[in-house]
């Protein structure tokens, strides 16, 4: 083989579908956990409201950022963000669940080890590839 190698090129269009693709994988591996783990009771109307009795009035509680347990530099921040004690109270009282469950994990585990099996498969096709054009095939040369 005599010359310099010259690697196969990718046009432009192809560059930018696999961007687009790579980009719209990223999205749905952060929003997938959103969407299909969402607490529906949480964003309710009413949820969280303790209900009173037919025909009584329930006590009008005040909310104040003490009563969510927010400091005044918590209260503050709140503030600059646009909540008041009434908008900010399903936010603050909705805690985030930090449980892992097995099965999900396990899923991603192996989606991420098949992912990358699969990357150093197709590294090690285009290595040998490269290699043979550039050398020969190692098995002729005996």
Same mark, same amino acid.
């Given at each position: 083989?005599? !010359?310099?190698?010259?690697?196969?090129?990718?046009? !432009?269009?192809?560059?930018?579908?696999?961007?687009?693709?790579?980009?719209?994988?990223?999205?749905?591996?952060?929003?997938?956990?959103? &969407?299909?783990?969402?607490?529906?009771?949480?964003?309710?109307? !009413?949820?969280?409201? *303790?209900?009173? @009795?037919?025909?009584?009035? +329930?006590?009008?509680?005040?909310?104040? #950022?003490?009563?969510?347990?927010?400091?005044?530099?918590? +209260?503050?921040? #709140?503030?600059?963000?646009?909540?008041?004690?009434?908008?900010?109270?399903?936010? *603050?009282?909705?805690? &985030?669940?930090?449980? *892992?469950?097995?099965?999900?994990?396990?899923?991603?585990?192996?989606?991420?080890? !098949?992912? &990358?099996?699969?990357?150093?498969? #197709?590294?090690?096709?285009?290595?040998?590839?490269?290699?043979?054009?550039? &050398?020969?095939? @190692?098995?002729?040369?005996?």
């Amino acid at each position: 083989m005599s !010359g310099r190698y010259e690697p196969p090129r990718q046009g !432009g269009l192809g560059q930018f579908v696999d961007s687009i693709f790579l980009m719209v994988l990223v999205f749905i591996c952060l929003l997938a956990p959103v &969407f299909l783990s969402r607490d529906q009771s949480a964003t309710a109307p !009413g949820a969280g409201e *303790v209900q009173a @009795p037919a025909g009584e009035q +329930a006590p009008a509680a005040e909310v104040t #950022w003490e009563s969510l347990n927010q400091t005044p530099v918590q +209260a503050r921040q #709140w503030e600059k963000l646009g909540h008041t004690p009434e908008t900010a109270k399903p936010i *603050v009282e909705n805690r &985030f669940d930090y449980t *892992v469950e097995p099965v999900p994990l396990i899923i991603t585990a192996l989606v991420i080890v !098949g992912y &990358f099996l699969m990357m150093l498969r #197709w590294s090690d096709r285009e290595y040998r590839e490269v290699v043979r054009e550039r &050398f020969g095939d @190692p098995a002729r040369r005996e």
